[in-house]
Protein backbone atom coordinates (compact mmCIF):
# COMPACT_ATOMS: atom_id res chain seq x y z
CA UNK A 1 0.00 0.00 0.00
CA UNK A 2 0.99 3.77 -0.86
CA UNK A 3 1.84 5.26 2.65
CA UNK A 4 1.93 8.85 3.06
CA UNK A 5 4.71 10.37 5.51
CA UNK A 6 2.75 12.67 8.25
CA UNK A 7 5.27 15.46 10.55
CA UNK A 8 4.23 16.57 13.87
CA UNK A 9 3.58 19.87 13.46
CA UNK A 10 2.34 20.62 16.67
CA UNK A 11 -0.06 20.26 19.93
CA UNK A 12 -2.22 22.86 20.91
CA UNK A 13 -5.99 23.53 23.08
CA UNK A 14 -8.99 21.42 21.23
CA UNK A 15 -11.32 23.87 19.95
CA UNK A 16 -14.25 21.31 19.95
CA UNK A 17 -13.51 19.28 23.26
CA UNK A 18 -13.04 20.51 26.79
CA UNK A 19 -9.97 19.46 28.44
CA UNK A 20 -8.65 17.93 25.65
CA UNK A 21 -6.09 18.91 23.05
CA UNK A 22 -5.79 18.47 19.56
CA UNK A 23 -2.64 16.86 18.14
CA UNK A 24 -1.75 18.42 14.45
CA UNK A 25 0.23 15.95 12.22
CA UNK A 26 0.85 17.13 8.43
CA UNK A 27 1.39 15.54 4.91
CA UNK A 28 4.51 17.66 3.92
CA UNK A 29 3.65 17.11 -0.01
CA UNK A 30 0.42 18.30 0.48
CA UNK A 31 0.27 20.40 3.56
CA UNK A 32 -3.07 18.80 4.10
CA UNK A 33 -3.45 18.71 8.33
CA UNK A 34 -4.63 15.15 10.22
CA UNK A 35 -6.21 16.97 13.46
CA UNK A 36 -6.34 14.14 16.29
CA UNK A 37 -8.33 15.02 19.62
CA UNK A 38 -5.83 13.21 22.37
CA UNK A 39 -6.06 13.34 26.65
CA UNK A 40 -4.13 16.11 28.76
CA UNK A 41 -1.74 12.96 29.77
CA UNK A 42 -0.85 11.98 25.79
CA UNK A 43 -0.46 15.65 24.74
CA UNK A 44 2.23 15.85 27.99
CA UNK A 45 3.75 13.26 26.87
CA UNK A 46 4.08 13.37 23.49
CA UNK A 47 5.63 17.67 24.42
CA UNK A 48 8.05 15.56 26.54
CA UNK A 49 8.75 12.75 23.82
CA UNK A 50 9.60 15.51 21.22
CA UNK A 51 11.56 17.47 23.89
CA UNK A 52 14.52 15.11 24.46
CA UNK A 53 15.96 17.46 27.09
CA UNK A 54 13.22 17.31 30.05
CA UNK A 55 13.61 14.15 31.80
CA UNK A 56 10.78 13.26 34.63
CA UNK A 57 12.15 12.03 37.80
CA UNK A 58 9.90 8.97 37.70
CA UNK A 59 9.75 7.39 33.95
CA UNK A 60 5.77 8.04 32.38
CA UNK A 61 4.18 4.91 30.77
CA UNK A 62 5.13 5.56 27.76
CA UNK A 63 8.69 5.80 29.01
CA UNK A 64 8.30 2.71 30.67
CA UNK A 65 7.08 0.81 27.51
CA UNK A 66 10.16 2.15 25.67
CA UNK A 67 12.65 0.89 27.90
CA UNK A 68 10.59 -2.69 27.87
CA UNK A 69 10.92 -2.68 23.68
CA UNK A 70 14.76 -1.96 24.28
CA UNK A 71 14.94 -4.34 27.18
CA UNK A 72 13.33 -6.90 24.83
CA UNK A 73 15.58 -6.54 22.22
CA UNK A 74 12.81 -4.78 19.35
CA UNK A 75 13.02 -1.67 17.89
CA UNK A 76 9.82 0.63 17.02
CA UNK A 77 10.12 0.59 13.12
CA UNK A 78 6.86 2.79 11.91
CA UNK A 79 3.36 3.63 13.07
CA UNK A 80 0.56 3.46 10.40
CA UNK A 81 -2.81 5.03 11.06
CA UNK A 82 -4.54 2.96 8.98
CA UNK A 83 -8.39 3.88 9.51
CA UNK A 84 -11.25 6.72 10.89
CA UNK A 85 -14.27 5.30 12.15
CA UNK A 86 -16.97 8.03 13.37
CA UNK A 87 -13.99 10.01 14.33
CA UNK A 88 -11.78 7.59 15.83
CA UNK A 89 -8.68 7.46 14.33
CA UNK A 90 -7.01 3.14 14.21
CA UNK A 91 -3.10 2.71 14.29
CA UNK A 92 -0.42 0.06 14.54
CA UNK A 93 2.49 0.13 15.42
CA UNK A 94 5.47 -1.68 13.79
CA UNK A 95 8.01 -3.21 15.79
CA UNK A 96 10.91 -5.29 14.40
CA UNK A 97 13.36 -7.46 16.31
CA UNK A 98 16.92 -6.67 16.12
CA UNK A 99 18.15 -10.37 16.28
CA UNK A 100 15.47 -12.46 13.93
CA UNK A 101 14.10 -9.67 12.06
CA UNK A 102 10.96 -10.72 13.19
CA UNK A 103 7.84 -8.28 12.74
CA UNK A 104 5.62 -7.42 15.63
CA UNK A 105 2.33 -5.48 14.60
CA UNK A 106 0.35 -4.22 17.91
CA UNK A 107 -3.09 -2.17 17.38
CA UNK A 108 -2.85 1.26 19.64
CA UNK A 109 -4.64 4.17 20.39
CA UNK A 110 -3.28 6.96 18.11
CA UNK A 111 -2.46 9.08 20.44
CA UNK A 112 -0.14 6.58 22.21
CA UNK A 113 1.52 5.28 19.01
CA UNK A 114 2.25 8.60 18.39
CA UNK A 115 3.95 9.05 21.94
CA UNK A 116 5.89 5.97 21.28
CA UNK A 117 7.09 7.38 17.68
CA UNK A 118 8.93 10.54 19.02
CA UNK A 119 10.49 8.10 21.50
CA UNK A 120 11.94 6.20 18.48
CA UNK A 121 12.74 8.96 16.16
CA UNK A 122 10.14 6.45 13.87
CA UNK A 123 8.41 7.41 10.94
CA UNK A 124 4.42 8.13 11.07
CA UNK A 125 2.25 7.20 8.21
CA UNK A 126 -1.34 7.09 6.74
CA UNK A 127 -3.12 6.17 4.01
CA UNK A 128 -4.67 8.46 1.27
CA UNK A 129 -8.02 7.03 2.50
CA UNK A 130 -7.71 8.22 5.96
CA UNK A 131 -6.06 11.94 4.47
CA UNK A 132 -9.47 12.18 2.02
CA UNK A 133 -12.00 11.31 4.57
CA UNK A 134 -9.72 13.70 7.95
CA UNK A 135 -7.66 15.36 6.49
CA UNK A 136 -7.86 19.92 6.07
CA UNK A 137 -5.87 22.23 4.26
CA UNK A 138 -5.16 24.83 6.44
CA UNK A 139 -4.17 28.37 5.22
CA UNK A 140 -1.05 29.83 5.32
CA UNK A 141 -1.44 32.37 8.00
CA UNK A 142 -3.44 29.14 9.83
CA UNK A 143 -0.59 26.97 10.15
CA UNK A 144 1.46 29.86 11.42
CA UNK A 145 -1.12 30.20 14.12
CA UNK A 146 -1.31 26.70 14.77
CA UNK A 147 2.23 26.00 15.70
CA UNK A 148 2.28 28.83 17.84
CA UNK A 149 -0.90 28.13 19.78
CA UNK A 150 0.57 25.26 22.40
CA UNK A 151 2.86 27.74 23.99
CA UNK A 152 0.84 30.68 23.66
CA UNK A 153 -2.31 28.75 25.19
CA UNK A 154 -0.40 26.85 28.11
CA UNK A 155 0.34 29.59 30.40
CA UNK A 156 1.64 29.85 34.70
CA UNK A 157 0.77 32.97 36.99
CA UNK A 158 4.34 33.69 37.10
CA UNK A 159 5.28 36.46 34.27
CA UNK A 160 8.50 34.16 32.55
CA UNK A 161 9.93 37.26 30.52
CA UNK A 162 10.55 38.93 33.60
CA UNK A 163 12.40 36.27 35.46
CA UNK A 164 16.33 35.94 35.10
CA UNK A 165 17.63 32.72 32.63
CA UNK A 166 19.50 31.57 36.30
CA UNK A 167 16.05 31.35 37.56
CA UNK A 168 14.38 30.05 34.43
CA UNK A 169 16.22 26.84 35.05
CA UNK A 170 16.02 26.70 38.51
CA UNK A 171 11.95 26.80 38.21
CA UNK A 172 12.98 24.14 35.13
CA UNK A 173 14.30 21.97 37.47
CA UNK A 174 11.60 21.96 40.28
CA UNK A 175 8.61 21.64 37.91
CA UNK A 176 9.82 18.80 36.63
CA UNK A 177 11.03 17.19 40.00
CA UNK A 178 6.79 18.15 41.00
CA UNK A 179 5.99 16.33 37.66
CA UNK A 180 4.15 19.87 36.54
CA UNK A 181 5.11 19.15 32.92
CA UNK A 182 2.76 21.51 31.26
CA UNK A 183 4.84 24.39 33.49
CA UNK A 184 8.22 22.96 32.17
CA UNK A 185 7.20 22.80 28.74
CA UNK A 186 6.46 26.70 29.09
CA UNK A 187 9.52 27.53 31.02
CA UNK A 188 11.47 25.57 28.22
CA UNK A 189 10.01 27.69 25.22
CA UNK A 190 10.76 30.84 27.10
CA UNK A 191 14.64 29.35 27.01
CA UNK A 192 14.74 28.86 23.80
CA UNK A 193 12.75 32.22 22.89
CA UNK A 194 15.75 33.54 24.53
CA UNK A 195 18.49 31.36 23.21
CA UNK A 196 17.47 32.05 19.90
CA UNK A 197 17.88 36.18 20.08
CA UNK A 198 21.25 35.65 21.48
CA UNK A 199 21.71 34.05 18.64
Known amino acids: MDYKQLIIRGISYSQTQSGAYALLLEHEETHIK ?3 VIGNFEAQSISLGL ?3 IHPPRPLTHD ?13 VSVIIYQIVDGVFFSNINFKNKATEEELILDARTS ?6 VRF ?9 VLNEAGILLELEEVAKEE ?3 SETVSTEDNLKSVSMEELQKLLE ?7 YDTALEIQ ?7 KKID
Do not use: G
Open 34 to 36: LPV
Open 51 to 53: EKD
Open 64 to 76: LFTKFIVSANYEL
Open 112 to 117: DAVAMA
Open 121 to 129: DAPIFTTQQ
Open 148 to 150: QSF
Open 174 to 180: EAVKEED
Open 189 to 195: EEIKRRK
